[in-house]
């Protein structure tokens, strides 16, 4: 390869993050700039949510941990697109938007079966491993009231529809 071939590369590539990237007026680069996906989670969300992300992203509450993984197949099997941040974003992302109690309890359901998927685990472990049955059966009896929690939260839902005036509700 030519030197001078790497030499015009580098160059094409300066000039590149000179004018694409974020600089200021100088050419340097500008430190803490917020992308348009952070501006997005500093929206407001429903009253349930800080609470649902509080017990339900602590396994000590929930009695499971949910990885952010487990939330981005979450947000697919509700035909819902997020991208992989910190679970409590992700969280938040997933039902900022939530205005029907059939998609807060399909997205419960779908929680549910990744919980479900946990107790699964834990009972098997707990027949394999009889001295660990007394912690998977607190883990298991966790989980279950956090089922209830969903049950709970979507039965206090009040509906919004997009014709309802918003400084009525």
């Known amino acids: 390869m030519n030197p001078h071939d790497l030499d015009d590369l580098k160059a094409e590539f300066d000039k590149f993050v000179r004018e694409k990237c974020s600089t200021d007026e100088s050419g340097n680069p500008v430190e803490n700039e917020r992308d348009a996906g952070d501006v997005v989670d500093d929206e407001p969300v429903p009253a349930f949510v800080d609470e649902l992300e509080n017990k339900l992203l602590a396994p000590a509450l929930s009695g499971v941990y949910l990885s952010r ?46 919980i479900n998927g946990r107790i699964l685990i834990y009972r098997e472990l707990s027949e394999t491993f009889p001295a660990t049955a007394p912690i998977f059966n607190e883990h298991i009896a966790k989980a279950e009231k956090t089922k209830k929690m969903f049950d709970q939260i979507v039965a206090d839902f009040e509906e919004i529809e997009p014709t309802d005036e918003p400084m009525m509700v």
């Open 69 to 114: 993984i487990d939330i981005k197949r979450i947000s697919q099997a509700l035909d819902e697109s997020l991208p992989i941040k910190e679970r409590k974003k992700m969280i938040k992302a997933l039902f900022r938007h939530t205005n029907s109690k059939a998609w807060l309890r399909g997205a419960f359901d779908e929680i549910n079966n990744h």
